[in-house]
């Protein structure tokens, strides 16, 4: 095999590796809530991550970030893991895993939406607008079907966060779009892990949530899986993919994440899998995909 075979065939692994890892960690933050306080949980993830991380960039001679990239990567960090993944955690205390990864899968949607509005973002075309209407539609049959429900504080909790973890993701990921930085991708992605760790444990200590802090066997595991295999190993192949392939078939890793979540926690956690179910999750990848075409027509 050749040495372009090689580097394809690991590209390839490195898209596997996303889709199906991704796919996975919507279960393990179920699992891992259900025993230790959220935002302790998410922000011990990211500041053990980040710190391993950051150390094992510098003993392989990556360079610090400059002075005046360091507020830039804070503003990504907190947006994207601290508010986005952090409210996804947060979440998923009320809402099972299955429907929390097709609302999170509605996050090219609200992007696109988003930068229709800034000064320099492209116009919605037809395309765009219809992908739009069908990926509310999928969140409306997902989570307002049965009003009653949300009678119940803890599923408007649920709702809401992960609808704040929908946009401010969109708003994270729009913000390091448009403000490219020298600093090298992985190192910055270790600072950002450093930063919203310490961000979300201040969070989880000001909450009142140390006293809370017990890790059981089921906790502990599901921490070490987000660490070492959710951020070790999923975030650098993202990354390499992202490098190697063209960024069409990368995206797709978006229709695999929700299929593994919905299928696992049904699965593992006994969630239920019924038509509501299916039909949401085929108008929200509907949407995607036709959002994904409009982007690209524009």
Not at 164 to 180: I, N
Request: hydrophobic content about 55%; aromatic content about 10%.
């Amino acid at each position: 095999m050749g040495n372009a075979q090689a580097a394809d065939v690991r590209a390839l692994l490195a898209w596997a590796n996303v889709c199906v890892i991704w796919g996975t960690t919507y279960l393990v933050i179920r699992i891992g809530v259900s025993e230790v306080p959220p935002l302790l949980f998410a922000g011990i993830r990211w500041l053990i991550a980040g710190l391993v991380f950051t150390a094992a960039l510098r003993l392989r001679g990556a360079p610090w970030p400059r002075g005046g990239e360091i507020g830039h990567l804070a503003v990504v960090g907190i947006l994207l893991l601290g508010l986005g993944n952090g409210l996804v955690v947060f979440g998923e205390q009320w809402v099972a895993s299955g429907p929390a990864a097709l609302m999170i899968t509605t996050t090219p949607l609200v992007m696109v939406a988003i930068e229709s509005f800034l000064p320099r973002g492209p116009r919605p075309n037809l395309a765009v607008v219809v992908g739009l209407l069908l990926g509310l539609a999928g969140v409306v049959l997902i989570f307002g079907v049965d009003l009653q429900a949300f009678a119940d504080p803890g599923n408007r909790a649920g709702f809401l966060s992960l609808l704040g973890a929908v946009f401010f993701w969109s708003l994270g990921s729009l913000y390091a779009k448009y403000m490219r930085l020298a600093v090298h991708p992985f190192m910055g992605a270790a600072v950002q892990m450093v930063i919203a760790g310490a961000a979300l444990t201040l969070a989880g200590w000001a909450a009142g949530e140390i006293p809370h802090l017990h890790f059981e066997r089921r906790g502990l595991s599901a921490l070490a899986y987000l660490v070492i295999v959710g951020s070790f190993v999923g975030y650098p192949s993202y990354i390499y993919a992202v490098a190697k392939l063209p960024l069409a078939l990368v995206s797709t890793y978006a229709y695999i994440n929700p299929v593994i979540a919905v299928f696992l926690g049904w699965l593992v956690l006994d969630e239920p899998l019924g038509l509501k179910t299916y039909a949401a999750a085929a108008l929200i990848l509907l949407g995607v995909y036709s959002v994904k075409r409009g982007a690209a027509r524009g």
